[in-house]
């Protein structure tokens, strides 16, 4: 039997303050490609922890968007590392909410949410060049 690759499991996590200006719909909603530009940015970081190259992002597969990202919200992206190919990677991925605007209590007023609102879920897969 084979050692476990030490790629597996690896998992990397950006948190993000999402500004007024990317809302784009009424209630401050920021559109779901929001979190997909995360999910790139993350993604980019495991690569190049994982093989020292930037990569570059194949596909999606099974994105959810489950609750609303507005604009004034600290959310976490998180991306582990599920499957490992010769060239490919496979990344569970998620955006959650952990701070959230609460402007029914004063123009600039927040909190932190325990437990974070899951946003949105994905599988994706990344290429990285063949090892030298």
């Not at 495991?46 to 990202?69: K, M, N």
């Not at 600290?74 to 955006?95: Q, Y």
């Amino acid at each position: 039997m084979s050692e476990q690759d030490p790629r597996l499991g690896l998992t990397v996590t950006h948190r993000r303050y999402v500004p007024y200006a990317h809302a784009h719909y009424a209630g401050n909603l920021v559109d779901g490609a929001y979190a997909l530009g995360l999910f790139g940015d993350v993604a980019t970081e495991v690569c190049i922890r994982t093989d020292g190259d930037e990569g570059l992002f194949a596909g999606y597969s099974d994105v959810r968007f489950t609750a609303p990202i507005r604009a004034g919200d600290v959310v976490e992206v998180t991306a582990r590392v599920a499957r490992v190919g010769s060239r490919s990677r496979t990344l569970e991925l998620s955006c959650a909410v952990v701070c959230r605007g609460r402007p029914d209590r004063g123009e600039s007023a927040a909190e932190v949410l325990d437990p974070p609102i899951v946003a949105v879920t994905a599988t994706g897969t990344v290429v990285v060049p063949p090892a030298p």
